[in-house]
């Protein structure tokens, strides 16, 4: 049984081609900016199902975006974003979180982050779209005022 949902955007080719035209810094805060964007109403959701108990469960749930994998993969431009809950700040322990979501031999699971994307997937990859052209036009702003001052 998976614990990632995995979505593959493809169709992005005008968006790649201006995404490759930033620079390697500007064009992974792009991708990762969009990428938390676009799971924003996913992380709302998943807090609204959150059981309400004495962990404040609710309010561990983080989104983050990360490109470091995909420049050590070799790949052009890839993005790893997520809603999570818990953490090692949180205080809550990973076998709670899991016992939620999915149950254990001594209680019933009450999903919440599942049900918090599924359903949801087109409208997440749409977002991110709209998010990513918005990213890309503002880093590639911060491109020009940066070539001008060299």
């Known amino acids: 049984m998976s614990k990632f949902i995995k979505l593959k955007v493809h169709g992005l080719k005008e968006l790649d081609k201006a995404l490759n035209a930033l620079d390697l810094d500007l064009r992974e805060k792009a991708m990762r900016k969009a990428g938390r964007e676009a799971l924003k109403p996913v992380e709302a959701r998943a807090k609204k199902l959150a059981p309400k ?77 709209k998010q990513l052209k918005r990213s890309i036009d503002m880093f590639a702003r911060k491109q020009l005022r940066r070539n001008k001052r060299k």
């Open 53 to 129: 108990d004495t962990y404040n469960l609710e309010k561990s749930i983080k989104t983050s975006a990360s490109t470091r994998s995909a420049r050590r993969a070799g790949r052009r431009a890839a993005l790893q974003a997520r809603v999570s809950a818990g953490g090692r700040t949180s205080g809550i322990p990973g076998s709670y979180i899991l016992s939620q979501e999915y149950g254990s031999s001594k209680q019933k699971g009450t999903p919440f982050l599942r049900p918090a994307i599924k359903g949801h997937e087109r409208t997440v990859i749409m977002h991110f779209r």
